[in-house]
């Protein structure tokens, strides 16, 4: 059996929006290998601090990543967590999970996801974060280009029929 992939709930964004690119080519290929266990049937667990994401740091990726301190202890990383969690559970619409959680990712969710973050309701997370241009421009183009089960995708009407009043 796969062992279990820990992501902290903001990087559950981020896994959403990959495109291949990352803070270094070492932690893109890291991230790509997250990935393929996700799709290969790994349980996602969620963690408090830090994450697998996190532990494919090199010393020096902290502060590409905006942050000076460790990634465990760090209080801004932890209120974008909070954040997130908001906006994923609502758009999955499932109750707020605790840490150590076990949080279902499949297709299905993936794309629910993805349609909540193209319409804007699930970036809260994201305002001052420096790949938001790159995600905001993954949504915009339907996703074409992601590396997390790319046919997962909102599609052309379910996208447009969110933005309807
Ligand atoms: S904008 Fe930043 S925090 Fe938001 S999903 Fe993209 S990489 Fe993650």
Known sequence: MTDAVRLRWHHVLCILNHGGDSHTPAHAAHIGRIIRKIEGGAAIKITAGADDICGGFAAGDAIRCNHAMSCDRNRTLRMLDQWARADICAALQIPALQAGGDL??????????????????????????RWKDACAEMAGKNYQGARLWPDAVPGRWPFVASLLP
Do not use: D, H
């Open 104 to 129: 279902v990712l499949k297709t299905g969710e993936i794309k629910q996801l993805r349609l909540a973050y193209a319409a804007g309701r699930a970036r809260t997370a994201c305002g001052a974060c």
